[in-house]
């Protein structure tokens, strides 16, 4: 079987050109470095992919925040995390960039938020009177 990546390491965006059978890599090439060629060997015995979905906030001025994985997760557990994702429930405010989960499911990545959601007026009230 013959498949092309866009190897995402580094900002070159190489074109590898992939041969493989099963799981196994017979060659590569267009990389211009190891890292490419192992990124391409990955794709094939534990493709990787980054998940990005949203996250219900109670308080907060939208209903939900978007949010995505801070690495690539394999392909393979990308549903338990979407799962994860969905039972999850978060009190405004929300920062950009703010960690919601810490290593999600083991996996070596976060969950982040990629946009700052407020507090509602009424909930800011209320949390500066329990002096948050
Ligand atoms: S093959 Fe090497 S140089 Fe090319 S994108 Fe991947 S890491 Fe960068």
């Given at each position: 079987?013959?498949?092309?990546?866009?190897?995402i390491?580094c900002?070159?965006?190489?074109?590898?050109?992939?041969?493989?059978?099963?799981?196994?890599?017979?060659?590569?090439?267009?990389?211009?470095?190891?890292?490419?060629?192992?990124?391409?060997?990955?794709?094939?015995?534990?493709?990787?992919?980054?998940?990005?979905?949203?996250?219900?906030?109670?308080?907060?001025?939208?209903?939900?925040?978007?949010?995505?994985t801070?690495?690539?997760?394999?392909?393979?557990?990308?549903?338990?995390?979407?799962?994860?994702?969905?039972?999850?429930?978060?009190?405004?405010?929300?920062?950009?960039?703010?960690?919601?989960?810490?290593?999600?499911?083991?996996?070596?990545?976060?969950?982040?938020?990629?946009?700052t959601?407020?507090?509602?007026?009424?909930?800011?009230?209320?949390?500066?009177?329990?002096?948050?």
């Amino acid at each position: 079987m013959k498949s092309e990546y866009i190897c995402i390491v580094c900002p070159n965006g190489c074109e590898l050109s992939v041969e493989y059978e099963g799981e196994t890599m017979i060659s590569c090439s267009g990389n211009r470095c190891q890292r490419g060629y192992r990124y391409a060997e990955s794709m094939i015995t534990d493709p990787m992919r980054s998940v990005t979905s949203s996250v219900l906030v109670e308080g907060g001025v939208m209903p939900l925040v978007s949010v995505r994985t801070s690495a690539p997760v394999s392909k393979k557990r990308m549903f338990d995390v979407v799962r994860a994702i969905k039972e999850l429930k978060v009190q405004a405010p929300v920062a950009r960039g703010q960690v919601l989960v810490s290593d999600v499911l083991g996996l070596g990545a976060d969950i982040i938020a990629t946009r700052t959601v407020e507090a509602k007026r009424s909930e800011r009230r209320r949390l500066i009177l329990r002096g948050k």
